[in-house]
């Protein structure tokens, strides 16, 4: 108990600090990369793809990204749904996408209650997987139960999941020749969700599952099919992510 109690105290005291330190914060329940300045900061909540967040053919690949809002003022939280099962993927079929999405906005709701953050501009931003994930947390929550206001999705796993209800604006972005997760599963989706009108799927042709990962060669076989870098698409879609987070004036 005193241990516990130590280390909360511990982990405390590192969200006090801020600044460098606070880079790569490391608290009790999740890894976040926070800028400098004390706040309120926007947040946004990141679910991996099914390797989790540091697959083997890209290790850094969501450090970066994660880098990368933290230098344009974002406070990133990783919500991993693998880790905290003792998991390093989903193959296992040991955790659904309804786990993960849940996973998901318990890290929002977690990051809502923390004094650093904006508690009206926390998004939720998903790969793959974890893409899916994001979209189940629509389907399974009320607007008001997900505490994240916006959510961006990259090619996410589009089968089997219910339409949604709620009008939260979502950014999908999906690759035009995904054999891993087919964007038409994704648009067939939208076209059924109470509000369609609130979803931009943005399509970007010719590009493969996981184009926004530089550690990638234009294309190669990877366990469920084909993935591979698209420098163009990338480019693109980062721009789309900083104006769909950008507050309306």
């Given at each position: ?15 006090v600090l801020g600044g460098n330190d606070l880079a790569r914060a490391q608290t009790l329940e999740y890894r976040t990369f926070q800028p400098h300045g ?58 659904s996408l309804s786990d993960a999405g849940k996973d998901v906005v318990a890290a929002a709701t977690w990051l809502k209650s923390q004094p650093f953050v ?132």
């Amino acid at each position: 108990m005193i241990l516990r109690l130590i280390l909360a105290i511990l982990a405390i005291g590192a969200v006090v600090l801020g600044g460098n330190d606070l880079a790569r914060a490391q608290t009790l329940e999740y890894r976040t990369f926070q800028p400098h300045g004390a706040g309120p900061h926007p947040g946004v909540v990141f679910a991996s793809e099914c390797s989790g967040f540091a697959p083997s053919v890209a290790p850094k690949a969501y450090e970066r990204a994660a880098e990368q809002l933290r230098a344009q003022g974002y406070l990133v939280l990783f919500a991993d749904y693998l880790g905290r099962r003792g998991l390093t993927s989903c193959v296992s079929g040991r955790i659904s996408l309804s786990d993960a999405g849940k996973d998901v906005v318990a890290a929002a709701t977690w990051l809502k209650s923390q004094p650093f953050v904006d508690p009206a501009r926390i998004s939720a931003l998903g790969w793959s997987y974890g893409g899916g994930a994001v979209l189940t947390a629509l389907a399974e929550h009320r607007q008001d139960q997900l505490s994240f206001s916006r959510a961006i999705v990259y090619y996410p796993v589009c089968r089997g999941i219910r339409p949604w209800k709620n009008a939260t604006p979502v950014l999908m972005l999906l690759a035009g020749a995904d054999d891993v997760a087919p964007g038409d599963a994704c648009e067939e989706l939208v076209k059924s969700s109470a509000t369609p009108n609130a979803v931009k799927i943005v399509l970007y042709s010719g590009a493969q599952h996981a184009f926004d990962v530089s550690e990638l060669p234009a294309k190669m076989t990877y366990r469920f099919g084909t993935i591979g870098y698209d420098p163009q698409a990338a480019a693109a879609a980062q721009q789309e992510i900083e104006k769909f987070l950008k507050p309306a004036n």
